[in-house]
Nanobody, 117 residues
Framework: QVQLVESGGGLVQPGGSLRLSCEAS???????MAWYRQAPGNERELVAN????????EYTDSVEGRFTISRDNAQRMVYLRMFNLQPEDTAVYYC???????????WGQGTQVTVSS
C-alpha cells in the first residue's frame, strides 16, 4: 500500500502562485502519478498526470500553460507548480498514484487551495 500526503495548499490572491507537494510512503517508481481537484458541488477532475519516468505529462485544458507537474522518484515526491491562479482554481487538490502493473490506486487526503482577493 502507498500512503500519500499532500501539502502546500493555502489562500492566494488571483494571479498568485503555489507549489503543491505529495510525499509517498514508499517507492513510486512504477506508478503513474496525478493531481486531481474537486470544487464544492463538482465532480473530482483530473488536473495533470505524469508517467513513471517523468518523460510524459498531460494537463487538462484549463490549466495548460499555467500548471507544471513534476516528480522526484528518489525522494518519493510529486509536485504541482501553479502559476497565475484564478478563482476557478479553488478546490481541494488530491494526489493520486496508479500502479502500472496492477489495479492498485491510492489517494491522499487532499489540500485546500483557495484563490480569492
Amino acid at each position: 500500500q502507498v500512503q500519500l500526503v499532500e501539502s502546500g495548499g493555502g489562500l492566494v490572491q488571483p494571479g498568485g502562485s503555489l507549489r503543491l507537494s505529495c510525499e509517498a510512503s514508499r517507492s513510486i517508481n512504477f506508478y503513474d502519478m496525478a493531481w486531481y481537484r474537486q470544487a464544492p458541488g463538482n465532480e473530482r477532475e483530473l488536473v495533470a498526470n505524469i508517467s513513471p519516468g517523468g518523460s510524459n505529462t498531460e494537463y487538462t485544458d484549463s490549466v495548460e500553460g499555467r500548471f507544471t507537474i513534476s516528480r522526484d522518484n528518489a525522494q518519493r515526491m510529486v509536485y504541482l507548480r501553479m502559476f497565475n491562479l484564478q478563482p476557478e482554481d479553488t478546490a481541494v487538490y488530491y494526489c493520486n498514484a496508479k500502479s502500472t502493473w496492477s489495479s492498485e490506486a491510492y489517494w491522499g487526503q487532499g489540500t485546500q487551495v483557495t484563490v480569492s482577493s
